[in-house]
C-alpha cells in the first residue's frame, strides 16, 4: 500500500540533518559576455577552452566536507590549483573574492601561514592528461558558512608546488 505524501513528510524533513550529497553543478565553460550568464566562465580561452567542461560535487557527512572536480576538454599537461572562494563568478576574474577560509584572516589577502593552509582552506591540485582531463578530490574537517562560498576558482600554479595559487583561469558558479 502506498504511503500519503504527508505521511513521508517528517522523513524528508530530517534528509538536511544526515549531511546527504550536498550540491553538484556541471557546466560548461564559457565566456563571461556570453549572452545568457554562464554557470562556468573561462578567463584564459588558451588553458580552459570555452566548451571544455566541469564537474563540481560537494559531499557533507557529518562535520566534515569533500569537493571532487573533474574537468574534460582543458588545455592538455597543465597543472591547476582549485580553491573554494567567497564570491560569485564575474566578468573580471577578481569578481570571485578571496580564498574561502573556515578561519577568516583579518588581513586580506591572506598570506599568513597561519590562515593561508590546507587546513583552513578547501584546495585542490590538478594535472591535466594528453587529453586534458583531470580530476582531484579534498577533504576538510569543517563545513562551509552559509552564503560564505559561492565559487570554485582555477588558477595557474606556481614554480614553488600544486597548492601555491597563481592567476585565475577559469571560475564556477557553486553555491556550496
Known amino acids: 500500500m502506498p504511503v500519503p505524501f504527508t505521511a513521508a513528510l517528517p522523513a524528508l524533513l530530517l534528509l538536511p ?17 556570453a549572452f545568457v550568464p ?15 567542461h566541469v564537474r563540481v560535487t560537494e559531499a557533507r557527512s557529518g562535520a566534515g566536507t569533500a569537493v571532487t572536480v573533474e574537468l574534460t576538454g ?5 597543472e591547476l590549483a ?26 586580506q589577502p591572506s598570506t599568513d601561514p597561519a590562515y593561508a593552509n590546507d587546513r583552513n582552506e578547501l584546495r ?12 582531484a578530490r579534498a577533504a576538510v574537517p569543517w563545513r562551509f558558512r552559509p ?4 565559487s570554485l576558482v582555477l588558477h595557474t600554479v606556481h614554480a614553488e ?15 556550496f
Not at 147 to 150: I, K, N, T, V
Open 124 to 135: 585542490l591540485a590538478l594535472r591535466t592528461d594528453a587529453h586534458g582531463d583531470a580530476a
Open 74 to 78: 582543458v588545455a592538455p599537461a597543465t
Open 38 to 52: 554562464p554557470a562556468a566562465i573561462s578567463h584564459a580561452p588558451d588553458v580552459v577552452p570555452y566548451g571544455a
Open 82 to 107: 582549485a580553491h573554494v572562494h567567497t564570491a560569485r563568478c564575474g566578468a573580471d576574474p577578481a569578481a570571485s573574492g578571496p580564498h574561502y577560509q573556515d578561519a577568516v584572516d583579518p588581513v
Open 161 to 175: 608546488g600544486a597548492r601555491a595559487a597563481g592567476a585565475r583561469v577559469a571560475c564556477v558558479n557553486v553555491d
Open 17 to 33: 540533518a544526515l549531511g546527504g550529497p550536498g550540491t553538484v553543478v556541471e557546466a560548461d565553460f564559457a565566456p563571461a559576455s
Open 147 to 150: 552564503d560564505g562560498a559561492r
